[in-house]
């Protein structure tokens, strides 16, 4: 593969490597030129594939277009579908993603990030699942999860929109509406869903259920929905659950056939993170989405406003999020 030069665009274009150089890099180094030609630059160096020598940029003390991100390795699959519409809302902005992950452990986050920093990343963005003990971050990091971080932007979908909705569907039907999350109250996730159904079914504080599963959930998510059902819910009368993601929906919604229960007339069903199973399965799983691409360009409005000024002001954007009804519904 033939390395493309500042030099090649620049005889595309007709016009100085020093004119392309500025137009890549976002330095203004006194060279003046039109805003289409340098779109015209950009659109050259996307076609030939020109990808700027990092090593040489961070050097010369140049911005190096390159985000670094921290995820939790176990987390769930969303976070990587999240993690994806992070690297479009980046891509089209000019900026690579370089990816670190870890897990319930502080001195391997911070190991990774500062070997983010070691690469000349131009600011970190964080998923609040990665937080272990209070971060010991600089100012050019921002989050994204579902409830703002203090100290720091933060980009989070707001959960209680889709709870809202789910509300006033479930009141026209008078449902017994109940809460299955898990009860690792570590997560932010877990705490947002908790504190939503506490705000938008305020009478149903007795009907907030909390699963207790091994780490390796896999094996007994199954018995568990089983167990939660003959044994909490259908002794409560409970006719409507939202539950804390689209895999334990789909458990419940086995248990509910097996034991003979019809979906949704006798219960129904609304998973979260509108997984792609959702509208393949039988019935097809109504579910919380959490408006990914929305939350991809919060994340990057935020992360370039740290960029161009490091002291700025904390700002948090809240992405609101919507419930997708299907047949469990």
């Keep these: 593969m033939t390395t493309v030069r500042l030099i090649d665009i620049a005889r595309r274009v007709g016009v100085s490597s020093g004119t392309v150089s500025a137009v890549l890099s976002g330095r203004d ?34 911005a190096s277009f390159t985000l670094g991100v921290m995820l939790d390795s176990e987390d769930t699959p969303v976070r990587f579908r999240q993690l994806a519409a992070i690297e479009r809302a980046a891509s089209r902005r000019g900026y690579r993603l370089l990816v670190t992950e870890t897990h319930n452990d502080p001195v391997s986050q911070r190991k990774n ?18 937080l272990t003990a209070t971060p010991v971050l600089e100012e050019k990091t921002v989050f994204y999860g579902a409830a703002p971080v203090a100290g720091f932007s933060t980009a989070y979908y707001d959960i209680g929109a889709a709870y809202a909705e789910a509300a006033a569907f479930f009141a026209r039907d008078r449902r017994r509406t109940a809460l299955v999350i898990s009860d690792n109250m570590n997560y932010d996730s877990v705490r947002a869903r908790r504190g939503a159904f506490l705000a938008h079914f305020p009478d149903a504080g007795g009907r907030l259920y909390q699963l207790r599963l091994t780490d390796d959930h896999r094996s007994d998510i199954r ?4 167990e939660l059902l003959e044994q909490q819910l259908l002794p409560a009368g409970i006719n409507a659950v939202i539950l804390q993601n689209d895999s334990w929906c789909l458990a419940l919604t086995a248990e509910a056939t097996r034991c003979g229960l019809r979906v949704p007339a006798d219960l129904a069903l609304i998973g979260q993170d ?11 799983l109504s579910s919380i989405d959490s408006n ?9 409005e935020l992360m ?3 960029i161009a000024q490091a002291d700025a002001p904390i700002r948090d954007i809240a992405v609101p999020t919507k419930l997708i009804l299907r047949e469990s519904t």
């Design 304 to 306: 370039l406003e740290r």
């Design 113 to 130: 990030y500062l070997t983010l920093k070691q690469y000349g990343v131009d600011g970190v963005i964080c998923h609040s699942n990665t």
């Design 292 to 300: 990914l691409q929305a939350l991809g360009e919060a994340v990057l």
């Design 274 to 284: 509108n997984s792609l199973f959702c509208a393949c399965s039988r019935p097809a």
């Design 223 to 226: 018995a568990g929905m089983a």
């Design 29 to 62: 180094i006194g060279i003046r030129f039109s805003a289409e030609k340098a779109e015209e630059i950009r659109a050259v160096a996307r076609e030939l594939n020109y990808v700027p020598n990092i090593s040489a940029r961070i050097l010369n003390h140049q």
